[in-house]
């Protein structure tokens, strides 16, 4: 176990969004076998759209950790994180094709929408580094946390969705997750008061913003 952080009382502070974020009723619908399809494909549909959004904030999170991070290897795993995002894209086009999903027909929901205008507006060069570092470990630990709850011990997660699980739900993204937290950490160690409020208050709304993207899937269209 890795020291505790700010991150860690933060979460203990806001368990119950948390949670609900890590265990939305569609992610334990995968877990138990009851998912309902049409669910899944809004979720597919949408999530294309929203990582299509995430690839230009994860290169903006690159570009600040090449000039305000304090270790060379702060870069690399930001750099990792989105080499991963191009496999990303390249899976969603061929589930998209799997589940009979049109990417070119799928409208961005109000939730996406607003997930995707949240992202904007943190990388804005007023945005401290240590906020957006935190924001970025939580969008990332949200899906780390949720799809590797479909894959534990005693799951019922259909073989057709494992594919899904996997892509967040391994060890290598476990692995990722933890070395994203640990530079935001190290920030903010570093961190003013004020930044540290940002910081937090931009945490709860990553968690807020995740919830109200699983909600999307109940839509089911
Ligand atoms: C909504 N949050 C959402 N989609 C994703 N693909 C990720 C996070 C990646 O971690």
Known sequence: PEKRGVIDTWLDKHRSIYTAAIRHAFVV???DGSVDLSSFRTWLGQDYLFVRGFVPFVANVLIRAGK?????SDMEVVLGGLASLNDEIEW???EGSKWGVDFSTVV???ANQDYRRFMEALMSSEVKFSVMMTAFWA??????ESFAHCLEVGNKTPAELTGACNRWGNDGFKE????VKKIAERCLENAS???LAEA???LVRVLEHEVAFWEMSRGGQ
């Open 92 to 94: 969603f086009k061929s």
């Open 108 to 110: 961005p929901q109000k």
């Open 193 to 195: 008061g004020e930044a």
């Open 29 to 31: 619908s995968i877990r």
């Open 139 to 144: 969008i990332e630990a949200v899906y780390q």
């Open 68 to 72: 305000e991070s304090g270790e060379t």
């Open 200 to 202: 937090e208050d931009a």
């Open 176 to 179: 990722y997750c933890s070395s």
